[in-house]
């Protein structure tokens, strides 16, 4: 699955992403990114609105999911639970990076799917602008079989 097939999906059946600007700027064995303007996203304040960047960052760790799942026919896939940690204002277009869980977190997804028909990573996503971490997101995603 490449980043534009992620970028299609997530448009097709998330049109909040649409309306969001965000864009599946990478997918590679390292993660995802995407991206986000702020015009969309903006708030009183001229910064992105919390709620935003928090959707923006649970989409990040979905598309990894879903890009590792590679469109499985009769797998669901749900975020468990969330939560969000603000450093710093985001003042402008910003990224969404989730990391790839390597060989174990996907062997342990895996293996739950398998046995249990619920499969669950753990996922930590970085908000950034530029160089700077504005935002830390970690995610429970989980695909259950149909």
């Keep these: 699955m490449t980043a534009a097939d992620v970028e299609a999906y ?11 600007g965000v864009r599946v700027a990478s997918l590679d064995e390292r993660g995802v990114r995407l991206t986000a303007p702020l015009s969309p996203n903006i708030n009183h304040r001229g910064t992105v609105f919390g709620g935003s960047a928090a959707a923006v960052a649970m989409l990040a760790g ?3 999911v879903h890009a590792h799942l590679a469109g499985r026919p009769g797998v669901r896939l749900v ?7 603000f450093d710093a204002p985001i003042d402008g277009d910003f990224d969404a990076v989730c990391e790839d869980p390597g060989d174990e977190g996907w062997a342990q997804f895996e293996r739950g799917l398998e046995h249990m028909g619920k499969g669950r ?5 970085r908000l950034n602008r530029g160089a700077a971490d504005l935002a830390t997101f970690d995610g429970v995603y989980v695909a259950v079989s149909a």
């Design 10 to 20: 997530l448009h097709e059946h998330i049109p909040q992403s649409i309306s969001m």
């Design 121 to 125: 990573v753990q996922l930590r996503v």
């Design 79 to 85: 975020i468990r639970r969330q939560q969000m940690e």
């Design 62 to 64: 979905w598309a990894l």
